[in-house]
């Protein structure tokens, strides 16, 4: 709660609307609950974002940076990785995120679906800066692709059933894991050919 001696920040309405979304869920939560958990005025809160979905799409924002992009920059950064196992394992990591996330913080994986399919331009930016990541780990691998940045394009576009919210009520399937296996094998056979071919 803010007492009305303190100046309200984006990064305190941010956390407050994180923990009001967990209780009410996406649906339900208006700005003036969130108002109401920091002790202002809903006309403070607007002063901060013009809207309900500005607002929305930056605790997005926020949680995608926290949840999934912090963990995968840490495979990102490992050294001494290269190759395809590498990029198999940053990719894994993003379908273990998203799938925790979608049974385990259920509101927030709520939000996050229904941004994706409302702001093109901040699930664009999210998937460009995953994409630019795989690039880079292909740049750095024997992968000698002639086209980082379509490769990895590629590759997170054939991997979307398996990290797309759209298809999170697949994800409890037994046979998903098998079916990823498979997915990979194929991409990883593709690329490994494309690369054997530049070397004749």
């Known amino acids: 709660m803010i007492r009305s001696s303190e100046i309200l920040t984006k990064e305190q309405i941010l956390t407050t609307a994180e923990e009001t979304l967990r209780r009410f ?8 609950d969130i108002a109401k958990a920091l ?3 809903h006309g403070t809160i607007y002063r901060h974002f013009k809207s309900k979905v500005e607002l929305m799409e930056a605790a ?8 999934i ?3 995968l920059s840490l495979i990102y950064e490992e050294k001494g990785k290269h190759g395809p196992e590498h990029l198999k394992k940053y990719i894994q990591r993003l ?14 994986f709520e939000m996050y679906a229904k941004v994706t399919e409302e702001s093109s331009e901040l699930i664009g930016k999210h998937i460009t800066h995953i994409t630019n990541q795989m690039s880079e780990m292909i740049k750095q691998s024997e992968i000698k692709a002639s ?6 394009q590629a ?3 054939a991997t979307a059933r398996f990290h797309h919210p759209a298809h999170a009520y697949e994800w409890a399937q037994p046979s998903i894991d098998q079916e990823f296996s498979e ?3 194929l991409l990883e056979k593709g690329f490994l050919t494309i690369n054997e071919g530049e070397k004749e």
Not at 60 to 67: A, D, G, P, V
Not at 95 to 108: F, H, M, N, P, W
């Open 147 to 152: 086209d980082p940045e379509g490769l990895a």
């Open 25 to 32: 869920g996406t649906a339900k939560t208006s700005v003036t």
């Open 39 to 41: 002790n202002v005025s």
């Open 183 to 185: 997915v990979w094998t």
């Open 69 to 71: 992009i912090a963990p």
């Open 95 to 108: 379908i273990e995120l998203k799938r925790c996330y979608a049974y385990q913080d259920k509101e927030l």
């Open 60 to 67: 997005t924002e926020k949680w995608l940076s926290e949840k």
């Open 155 to 157: 590759i997170f576009y």
